[in-house]
């Protein structure tokens, strides 16, 4: 399921770019190329998606429309970011923020730090691998999960029914099992 939706988001976005393509508008194509990055990005495909955000960047460097050009740089910072290469991620945002203070102003500046942080956040803490509907996945803290003999889990949250995990009452027992 989850590689029939990227299917589709490869091509609805390649069909978008065509047009744009055929339209002769060079932004819109170069943002369409920065989405399709995002796309492989979403799809932990590194090394795609650097080469796509290398082809929007040449394209929307050459055009005036620079919250395009800022959310394109944020995109190379969070791939880079992902491909263990720290020096030039902050180098793409430092660009994107300088673009930024001159162009559109502390707003838009607040939510590109937000974003690289969070994308640093994403690099740095559990690895997450793509779920299909209807399935569920348990990260364990650090501090219990390299136990290999855990045998429970205390779970707050009644959402969890959706996925088949349902509610058992609580049995104490003074024996160990």
Do not use: M
Not at 57 to 69: C, G, M, P
Not at 132 to 140: A, V
């Amino acid at each position: 399921l989850v590689t029939e939706k990227f299917f589709k988001a490869h091509s609805s976005i390649e069909n978008a770019a065509k047009i744009f393509r055929q339209l002769k508008d060079k932004t819109r194509e170069g943002y369409a190329l920065d989405t399709k990055a995002s796309i492989y990005f979403a799809e932990s495909k590194y090394g795609d998606a650097l080469q796509t955000v290398e082809k929007a960047l040449t394209i929307l460097r050459n055009s005036e429309n620079s919250a395009y050009l800022v959310d394109t740089l944020l995109t190379k910072a969070k791939i880079l970011l992902f491909l263990d290469n720290f020096s030039d991620a902050v180098e793409c945002l430092i660009e994107a923020v300088n673009i930024t203070r001159v162009q559109t102003g502390a707003a838009t500046l607040n939510r590109l730090i937000s974003e690289f942080e969070a994308a640093l956040n994403a690099k740095n803490g559990p690895r997450k691998k793509p779920l299909d509907d209807g399935d569920f996945e348990l990260i364990l803290p650090q501090s219990i999960g390299h136990y290999s003999d855990y045998r429970g889990v205390w779970i707050n949250n009644t959402r969890l029914e959706d996925v088949g995990l349902l509610k058992v009452p609580l049995r104490l027992s003074s024996k160990p099992r």
